[in-house]
């Protein structure tokens, strides 16, 4: 199975670098996971509606260019539906199941996701009504795609 991470953004910090390969790393076990960065737009301080909807339609061009036609995309979006995880261990496995051998994770950017992007999801997944930082989104979701696969394949996990 192929998994694929779509990110605006750059990962800065060297302990969410460090997690990231770490997790990276574990999941090498299960699939092959291809984890791609887009440019992030600068938004100005007080950007108007409009200038913010720009933002992200950008991004959201950046986004849709790197999804292949084939994948299933789960997009992390806080208006998504909130799954434990055995309940997201039981979508992977209903997508492999079903022929699904390309799966995409999509996390937006500080604006979040255009609707563009939204529109191609399969699936809106939400992790919480918070908001978290893109980069430790990115961690706290490769560990969750790795706690998928430990449960997927009835091997201990931390509950």
């Not at 076990?29 to 984890?35: A, E, G, M, R």
């Not at 390309?102 to 992007?117: A, P």
């Amino acid at each position: 199975m192929k998994i694929t991470i779509i990110s605006v953004g750059k990962i800065k910090e060297k302990f969410f670098v460090d997690a990231i390969k770490e997790y990276s790393k574990r999941l090498s076990k299960y699939c092959k996971l291809n984890i791609v960065e887009v440019k992030d737009e600068k938004t100005k301080e007080n950007a108007s509606q409009t200038e913010e909807d720009i933002v992200k339609e950008t991004e959201g061009k950046r986004i849709l260019d790197k999804i292949s036609d084939s994948s299933k995309v789960i997009a992390l979006a806080i208006e998504g539906k909130e799954l434990d995880s055995v309940e997201l261990a039981k979508q992977i496995e209903e997508f492999r199941i079903s022929g699904t051998s390309d799966i995409t994770f999509v996390i937006g950017g500080s604006l979040g996701l255009h609707k563009t992007v939204l529109d191609r999801a399969d699936k809106k997944l939400s992790f919480s009504k918070m908001t978290f930082p893109h980069q430790l989104m990115r961690v706290i979701l490769l560990e969750q795609i790795y706690r998928s696969f430990r449960i997927i394949n009835n091997e201990p996990y931390h509950k």
